[in-house]
């Protein structure tokens, strides 16, 4: 194992904050992985997995059975997890620039795409490898303004060689559930099978910039403009792999997703080892652009008739929100048939406030489809 610390830019003078990075098997090995662990950093159990993942890769590469070369940071946004207020800790939106720590990642497609032509060939592995040099090259000449900005840029140069990218979060309340693409779901379907996710959401392009697709998608549009007359393949597959929700900080359940994760890469042979025979999938995998977010309309406390897990038709009662003061109550209700999958902790309600997820099988959304 070694260990790497990646200063970020200070903010102020006698400020210094750093992403930390464990590397595990060889430096030369064909394929890599990197996984990373509470960008949001108020979704804890990914933090737990990724440690338990040292764990076990430390002993898997000092075994000799690690035939992949492996990036773990288990504490992927070191300013979020010091933002406290109030006792409250607030880790998904920066407080100076009041962004999602999840969203607007740097597209770098056409400072890669500039000249590339000329440098592809037939050859889709002398493709994917100049590819890779010009993402890391581009990474390099861009420049971070802000601590917000260095965490990104740092976590690009960190993942962008890689093969596979997990990056694990947690919703508020929920069952296992996971986001990646179409393109990706072959590689990753076994890996949902493993963890038991009760609900795969594929998209291509979600709109936000998120951590997982700005690898995805450069990969994607360069194969859109050159994949015409010359062989691309996808140099980065990613997945967002959400640990059911914030208070599901247990050894239990990290060993559990821990020893999923290593399953999984048994199964690519990342891992020396046969893999365990592949579960049955708990749900199909369905559209993003089918999920709909239930909504409060008006305010009020909210009351659950069900747990996140439940398989739903069109019309099921989900949530009450009710209004003490005017005795109003309003039903939320299942929009479609489908997993009703994640809920808010939250039990007051405002108006218009997301309350509930369900990934349904009609596809009517479009544009940004992700929560704020």
């Not at 260095?150 to 060689?161: D, I, V, Y």
Request: some cysteine; overall charge negative.
């Amino acid at each position: 194992m070694r260990h790497h610390t990646h200063p970020l830019l200070s903010p102020v003078p006698g400020t210094q904050r750093a992403l930390e990075s464990f590397h595990f098997g060889p430096d030369d090995a064909a394929r890599r992985v990197y996984i990373q662990g509470s960008l949001h950093a108020d979704e804890l159990p990914g933090m737990l997995v990724a440690w338990k993942l040292k764990q076990r890769l430390k002993a898997l590469e000092e075994a000799g059975q690690l035939k992949a070369h492996v990036i773990v940071v288990p504490v992927a946004n070191p300013i979020g997890l010091d933002q406290q207020l109030m006792d409250i800790p607030l880790g998904r939106y920066d407080f100076e620039s009041v962004s999602n720590f999840n969203r607007g990642y740097r597209d770098l497609t056409d400072a890669i795409a500039e000249g590339l032509e000329t440098a592809l060939t037939q050859d889709p592995v002398h493709n994917r490898d100049e590819i890779r040099r010009r993402f890391i090259a581009a990474l390099g000449a861009t420049q971070a303004t802000s601590t917000y900005e260095s965490l990104h840029l740092t976590q690009q140069r960190l993942a962008c060689e890689a093969d596979f990218i997990l990056d694990l979060h947690c919703d508020f309340h929920a069952v296992e559930h996971l986001y990646t693409t179409p393109a990706a779901w072959p590689d990753f379907e076994p890996l949902a099978r493993y963890f038991g996710a009760k609900a795969s959401m594929l998209a291509t392009d979600s709109g936000g910039g998120s951590f997982d697709e700005c690898f995805t998608l450069v990969w994607e549009q360069l194969r859109e403009r050159f994949g015409d007359r010359f062989p691309i393949p996808y140099g980065s597959q990613s997945i967002t792999l959400e640990l059911r929700g914030q208070q599901d900080v247990e050894h239990a359940m990290a060993d559990r997703d821990a020893e999923a994760i290593l399953d999984w890469m048994r199964y690519h042979a990342l891992i020396d080892g046969d893999a365990p025979p592949l579960p049955a999938l708990p749900y199909p995998a369905t559209e993003l652009a089918a999920m709909d977010f239930l909504r409060a309309p008006a305010g009020g406390l909210v009351v659950f008739h069900m747990a996140p897990g439940r398989e739903v038709k069109s019309g099921d009662l989900i949530a009450e929100i009710i209004d003490p003061i005017s005795d109003a109550v309003h039903a939320v209700r299942a929009e479609q048939d489908g997993m009703f999958y994640a809920r808010t902790q939250r039990r007051m309600a405002t108006a218009g406030m997301i309350i509930a997820d369900v990934a349904g099988h009609h596809a009517h959304r479009s544009g940004y489809l992700l929560a704020p």
